[in-house]
């Protein structure tokens, strides 16, 4: 099944010390890419011209407004049009269940020509989140690894060495912008090589993964997501971490993307 094999696939390039890039393009990043208002908040998100009653924590609040920060769509759609070998681009599938199945038929034509490097944007949370933990994880104990994360996140008790983190902070899809040179220069200065990069900040994280791929890719980047809250010591706010680390039964974790 090929939600199942393209998550080994990028498992393997770990353990074989083959370099690659993982972007993410999920229901957030399709809102901005589509020029829509976007509002997390505490109590109701606002997503274009519909607000809907449920909100996110303080450490995922964000905002998009289409007036302001244009930067951040056109960045967001280059990052996702980009083509390039061991670059691999996570988007939306047909799954009726799916929050963004909808625009399957949008993000196909915003894309081109559909290759191998074309994918799922939860490839490493639902059905494959148990492999991630059991998988993933340990592909990372013997590797190079940096993070960018949150200002809050505590990586003490991580379970592979952190070489070097990143912090972002509060709405950092539009003012932490300051991390894609910041991260150039480190890896420059440095002579960074053979470094696995993890990015745990929202939509910032494709654009600093397409920017740094395409100068420096003699490293790894992956979005992460929220899937290593845990390992974080953050609170586990999305259904399928409370299931699985609570012991708990939720639908996300038996549901796997389908083409």
Request: hydrophobic fraction near 40%.
């Amino acid at each position: 099944m090929k939600f199942k094999d393209d998550f080994f696939k990028l498992v393997n390039k770990i353990k074989s010390n083959e370099n690659f890039a993982f972007v993410r393009f999920s229901d957030g990043e399709i809102a901005i890419m589509q020029n829509k208002r976007l509002v997390l908040a505490d109590e109701h998100v606002i997503l274009g011209e519909t607000t809907h009653n449920f909100g996110y924590t303080t450490r995922d609040h964000k905002s998009f407004d289409p007036e302001k920060h244009q930067f951040l769509r056109d960045k967001l759609l280059e990052a996702y049009r980009y083509k390039a070998d061991n670059y691999f681009v996570g988007s939306t599938c047909r799954s009726c269940d799916c929050a963004s199945a909808e625009f399957k038929e949008w993000m196909l034509a915003e894309y081109g020509d559909i290759d191998e490097s074309y994918t799922f944007a939860n490839l490493l949370v639902n059905s494959n989140y148990p492999l991630f933990v059991n998988h993933f994880m340990k592909s990372l104990e013997d590797k190079k690894v940096a993070i960018v994360c949150n200002q809050s996140a505590d990586l003490s008790l991580m379970p592979f060495e952190v070489i070097k983190d990143f912090r972002v902070g509060k709405n950092c899809i539009v003012n932490d912008w300051h991390l894609v040179e910041d991260m150039k220069e480190y890896i420059r200065t440095n002579q960074i090589r053979d470094t696995i990069f993890l990015f745990a900040a929202s939509s910032l994280s494709e654009v600093l993964i397409y920017e740094l791929f395409k100068d420096y890719n003699q490293n790894t980047y992956i979005d992460i997501g929220t899937t290593m809250h845990k390992y974080m010591q953050m609170e586990l706010a999305r259904d399928y971490l409370k299931a699985y680390w609570n012991g708990g039964i939720h639908f996300e974790l038996l549901r796997s993307c389908n083409e």
